[in-house]
């Protein structure tokens, strides 16, 4: 039997049924490609979270009903790489588990409560907050043709303003069944009674919004409420409503990030953090990163360095962040940071 080196190999010598998530800024499905392609030292890891690859893993063995789930941070160096020691060592575990018969594996019905195990007391496992649960369960049932929870009825009837249901009923599964099955009719619905919600549904809906693709009408409507919010000081419903639209239209998203990043008492940590973690594919811009950064650098209670590092981690954001960094005047906000950081 040819050795296994990577959970590429594991996945494909098994012949395991396996869908592939990213769990780190957002729940999206992710192509076995790219796992295989980090594996290899082939390219970085596209969406990084905080140092790292963050998957979740649905997969089926042998003759096993349901599928087990494996959530997954595999570390990684500042160019986005993998640092191969703690997969290596989590891949050796896995087939001493398996008693390194991993063909035997994929044809007979394995011990799933030994592959459940493998996450006990597991250096790369991590426990995703519940709205990553939720919609990483919304996703696996719409990809596999599977129906959503019986939460999403209730939903779909109180935000399309259709019946009176008691919100707080409503429950997050159903929520996140909701953004991920949203088409533009649904969307057009739920602009409409946006303005109107309570700020408690609004904050859990954005929480599964952030994750899709947020149609014009909606971004807009997202925007209003935001805008509202940040007029009574709600900051809570403004992130969430800034980390829903990072999903929108470059026109929509980026127009308003362009208006909060050119008011300097808007630009909190919080605000700056929500951008960044959703919001960062609008910031791959030549006027509007360095605006952000400054920003940033002149926040006092903002972790700058941190924050920078972690977008920089993007390859698509890597070469312009550091571009940024060192075409800053070192009298700027970024410049004092940065000396501070020399220090």
Known sequence: MQPIHTLHEFFERTGADVRLYHMGRRVEPCPLGTLASLEVAASPWPLPWQGQARLGIVFRLGDLTDPLIWFLALPLDEQGQLVPAPRDAFLQRLLVTLGYNVERAGRQDPESG?????????????????????????????????????????????????????WQFLGLQGLADFAVRLDSEAARQLASTLPTLPDE?????????????????????????????????????LCACVRAVGGADETIAGAWFDELLSDPAACGPDLLAAIAARGWEHLEDGERLPRFLERLAAQPKADFASLARDLALIPRLRLPVLMSLREARQDSAIGRRLASLGQ
Do not use: W
């Open 201 to 237: 549904v609004l904050h859990s809906l954005c929480y599964c919004l952030e994750h899709v693709g947020v149609p014009d009408s909606l971004g807009l409507a997202l925007r209003g409420r935001g805008e509202q919010a940040a007029a009574a000081g709600r900051l809570e419903t």
């Open 114 to 166: 030994d592959i459940d195990n493998l996450m006990h007391d597991n250096p790369l496992a991590f426990t995703p907050s519940l709205p990553f649960q939720a919609m990483l369960h919304a996703r696996a049932t719409h990809d596999t043709g599977k129906p959503a929870s019986s939460h999403l009825e209730p939903v779909e009837a109180y935000l399309s303003g259709q019946q009176q249901v008691d």
